[in-house]
């Protein structure tokens, strides 16, 4: 106390002291934690370790993740897989291009920024309202998450491919719970409920028609076009598994936090 | 192509998708319908895989643990449980019913 800091300390004092660095680190444990469970679930669905990695070093997106290992999991082909992840991985160049207009990266900081750009780290920035703390805030979260969810993915995968049969440990139930659990936050209101059945029911029909994974992709081109004629809130859908700010979206809404 | 070569395309178009929204300009994603295709896509893809996951076998409707798990997993989201103790309670719901007989 009394003590006026030393120079290299300011930094961090300040870091500590930013709300938004605060909501990005636990958002950061939080999401970073659950790689546990994809690494996991990603070796019993048939992928080696490197594969696993490689998915989380460089996709990067939680749920096109679990879309590409769900999918083969499921039997399905590589490129059914691939187009699963891919369709779900859309709408983070909608966050990408809200980031941009935010937080205005220029140079090499853009390219970093799009890898980082995923839901969480977007709803941390644009849950506030000062531009620093919105940097500072999607930085926090974004590179937080980065490095926990690579290595937890590496832990879940380490522990998982010495599991034996991943039915009897119930993995293929967990992998049904990691799915509701992506689905759950986005069901607010009416419109995503109707959507998500719709949805279900679109996939139910075509499963004996044609091959594995594809029924996933007939639900997609169902949801496209749903999306395309409807008058909904814009951003519906759009929303991170793991909620930033949950009290600003229960109680409070309309604060200024 | 083999499950890395599609891995690896995957992992290119998912940047592809990320970079997209800070190079092109605001109005190519900006407009409101382009949000609520992203939005209902990502609604229905998590769904669909939903259902897959907790019915499918290969091309037909299998009811087993894995149902179980479903309603474990939804009992824990509504009562506000982390994503990882809804993984968890997933698993030992498809664990014990398999344990207990059950296909």
Redesign the interface.
């Known amino acids: 106390m009394g003590l006026e800091p030393a120079k290299e300390n300011r930094q961090t004092v300040r870091l500590r002291d930013s709300p938004a660095v605060r909501v990005g680190v636990s958002i950061s444990v939080a999401t970073g934690l659950y790689g546990i469970s994809f690494g996991a679930l990603s070796v019993t669905s048939g992928l080696d370790f490197w594969q696993t990695m490689a998915l989380s070093l460089l996709l990067f997106s939680g749920g096109s993740q679990f879309a590409f290992i769900g999918v083969v999991g499921g039997g399905g082909s590589g490129v059914a897989a691939m187009s699963a992840a891919t369709l779900l991985g859309m709408r983070n160049g909608i966050y990408g291009m809200q980031l941009n207009a935010l937080l205005r990266p220029r140079g090499w900081r853009r390219f970093a920024s799009a890898q980082v750009t995923i839901d969480e780290s977007a709803a941390t920035s644009t849950g506030q309202t000062d531009p620093d703390e919105q940097r500072r805030g999607f930085w926090a979260a974004g590179i937080g998450i980065y490095v926990l969810w690579n290595v937890f993915t590496a832990v879940g995968a380490l522990a998982g491919s010495g599991l034996g049969d991943p039915r009897q440990w119930g993995l293929d139930g967990a992998a049904v719970a990691a799915f509701l659990a992506l689905l759950w936050p986005r069901l607010k209101g009416r419109e995503p409920a109707a959507i998500a059945v719709v949805c279900a029911v679109a996939t139910v029909l075509a499963v004996p028609w044609v091959p594995p994974g594809v029924p996933i992709l007939v639900a997609a081109v169902v949801a496209a076009v749903i999306g395309a004629v409807s008058h909904g809130r814009s951003n519906e859908g759009l929303e991170p598994d793991v909620d930033p700010y949950p009290e600003s979206n229960e109680t409070f809404r309309g604060g200024t936090a | ?11 290119v ?3 592809g ?8 300009p ?1 109005a190519v ?2 407009n ?25 076998t ?4 299998v009811l087993d ?2 149902l ?3 309603v ?3 009992v ?2 509504f009562l506000r449980a ?3 103790v ?11 019913l ?1 344990l207990a007989g059950f296909p």
């Open positions: 192509m083999n499950l890395w070569g599609w891995i690896l395309v995957a992992c178009l998912a940047y998708w990320k970079l997209v929204g800070y190079l092109l605001a994603l900006g409101p319908r382009m949000s609520r295709i992203a939005g209902a896509m990502t609604i229905g893809l998590l769904a669909s895989l939903t259902v897959v996951n907790a019915t499918v290969g091309q037909s409707i643990a894995r179980g798990a479903l474990a997993a939804a824990a989201l982390p994503f990882l809804v993984v968890i309670a997933g698993a030992a719901a498809a664990a014990l398999r």
